[in-house]
């Protein structure tokens, strides 16, 4: 007798359509990661030997200040790295590069990855759908990533900053930005990296909305 959906177990229906979508969502999450992983890896020619997580030093003065002021310990607590990923070097174990999870990045990921899973699921078959969802992919998830690299900046940062950066440095494309963008520069990345992050999730939702809007036309 055959099950409940036949259609997936046929020959030819792609694999990504066979499962879940919560199944499909956590393995684009993971093969997100895992590509921002291998592209660092790569461009700092340096392997992950580092892996901490911060959170976990602040769950001591969470307590502390959970019953007299619960607001700032959770602010406290969400303003931590949930996951912090790199290379070191030397006696000190200096960081030479790291990619940081916060609360807020890490569900930027998430939601990129369920609006992936739901297109896949969906309207898996259409190749220029893929490649929207690839641009899709890449336009929300940049703005989120939030990294240190020690030849390009001291402190954390965010990956649109450190690529500028990277464009401006005399070792790599050498090109005099300063020429080309605004003087108030934290309003222009802020801003650079809203717009990215709105066209991601637009170009992630349009197939899904697409059908949606299709389907109340009829």
Request: aromatic residues 12%; positive net charge; glycine residues 6%.
């Amino acid at each position: 007798m055959p099950g409940p959906y036949p259609i997936l177990l046929s020959r030819g229906y792609p694999l990504y359509r066979r499962y879940p979508v919560s199944i499909l969502a956590m393995v684009v999450l993971l093969g997100i990661i895992i590509v921002e992983w291998l592209v660092l890896v790569l461009l700092n020619r340096e392997v992950i030997n580092h892996v901490q997580w911060p959170i976990a030093a602040s769950f001591g003065l969470f307590k502390l200040l959970w019953p007299q002021n619960p607001g700032e310990a959770l602010r406290i607590l969400l303003s931590q790295p949930l996951l912090a990923v790199g290379h070191t070097e030397g006696t000190f174990s200096t960081l030479t590069w790291a990619i940081y999870y916060h609360p807020a990045t890490l569900a930027q990921h998430i939601v990129a990855a369920l609006l992936t899973a739901l297109n896949l699921q969906f309207h898996g078959r259409w190749p220029w759908r893929q490649g929207l969802l690839l641009a899709g992919v890449w336009c929300a998830v940049f703005p989120a990533i939030y990294l240190i690299v020690a030849s390009h900046c001291a402190v954390p940062t965010w990956a649109l900053e450190v690529l500028l950066r990277e464009l401006e440095s005399p070792f790599g494309a050498g090109i005099d930005l300063q020429r080309y963008l605004p003087e108030n520069i934290t309003v222009f990345l802020t801003t650079t990296r809203a717009v990215l992050t709105a066209a991601g999730l637009l170009m992630l939702a349009y197939p899904k909305l697409s059908s949606v809007i299709r389907r109340y036309r009829r």
